[in-house]
């Protein structure tokens, strides 16, 4: 990268990284006005107006617009605490509920 020296073994991700420096977003929702730097983002945005929940959890059949929310519900069923205070070493299964903890 010309603007800040950052390497990248193939010229698609360059341009992807670019788009930090010129905060372009060349990808339009036709439903809304939001715009999207990377056409990932875009479809995944787009279920916010098509409904769709394509992440399923294998446990309880409930389903997910996006890939790291059910990663987050699964926590539930696994007791996983993986976000940890410093403070007063209490655990978390989501950060934003550390976040919210360490206001």
Known sequence: CDQCEKAFSQNGHLTKHKRTH???KPYQCNQCDKAFKQTSNLVVHQRTHTG???YQCNQCDKK?????????HQRI???EKPYHCSQCDKYF???DNLIYHMR
């Open 77 to 79: 069923h696994t007791e």
């Open 52 to 54: 769709e929940k394509p």
């Open 22 to 24: 010129t905060r372009e």
């Open 93 to 95: 299964s989501r950060n």
């Open 64 to 72: 997910f617009s996006h890939k790291n929310r059910l990663i987050d």
